[in-house]
Structures are given as C-alpha cells and as structure tokens.
C-alpha cells in the first residue's frame, strides 16, 4: 500500500488548506484512513478518521474546523482545515491501519 499525501503549504492564521491522501496498492477500503500529525518536539496525535458507521470522528482540538471526507472512486481522502490557527502546525500524515502504512506527510505551517 502506498500513501501519497498533498496539499501542505503556508496559511495564514484563519486562512484554510485542504490535505488530500491518494491510496494505492492493495487497498480493500479506503473507509480505515485516518489523519495525523505531529508538531515539531511532540509525539505524533490523531486528528481525523472515519467511523465504522460511515461517520467521522475528530480530536476535540480540530472538532468544528477540520472535515474528512473520500472519494472511492479516486482512492483519496481529503482533510478540509478551515479556521487554522498556529497550533495546527504540524506535519500531516494518513495513514492506513490495516497494513500500518503511513504517508511521506505533509507540512502545514500557520503564521500568526
């Protein structure tokens, strides 16, 4: 399985960016994607996915600002982030539990 992530770049504070993760290989369902990221010198946290419901399910730290969505037919899941603030400057990675693959990650930095 290979994890292509994009979209990363600079923002200003309140500006917005949206992360897409292409998925290839041997994907069964790109419905197990999850968002993550890690801010320089802390530990890598969670910060979207999909329920087995169909729902999504977020960190309180983004809940109302950030949205994951997919595309089955392009293998991608997207992460909309609007209303970034600093503190969201992090390098963001998807990643696919059922073979525990990650992506390269990408860097969002948001200037105050």
């Known amino acids: 399985v290979q994890l292509q992530a994009s979209g990363g770049g600079l923002v200003q504070a309140g500006g917005s960016l949206r992360l897409s993760c292409a998925a290839s290989?041997?994907?069964?369902?790109?419905?197990?994607m999850r968002w993550y990221r890690q801010a320089p010198g802390k530990q890598r946290e969670f910060v979207a996915s999909f329920t087995s419901s169909g729902s999504t399910y977020y960190a309180e730290s983004v809940k109302g600002r950030f949205t994951i969505s997919r595309d089955h037919s392009k293998n991608t899941v997207y992460l909309q982030m609007n209303s970034l603030k600093p503190e969201d400057t992090s390098v963001y990675y998807c990643?696919?539990?059922?073979?525990?693959?990650w992506g390269q990650g990408t860097l969002v930095t948001v200037s105050s």
């Open positions: 290989g041997s994907i069964v369902s790109i419905d197990a």
């Open positions: 990643y696919y539990p059922p073979f525990g693959s």
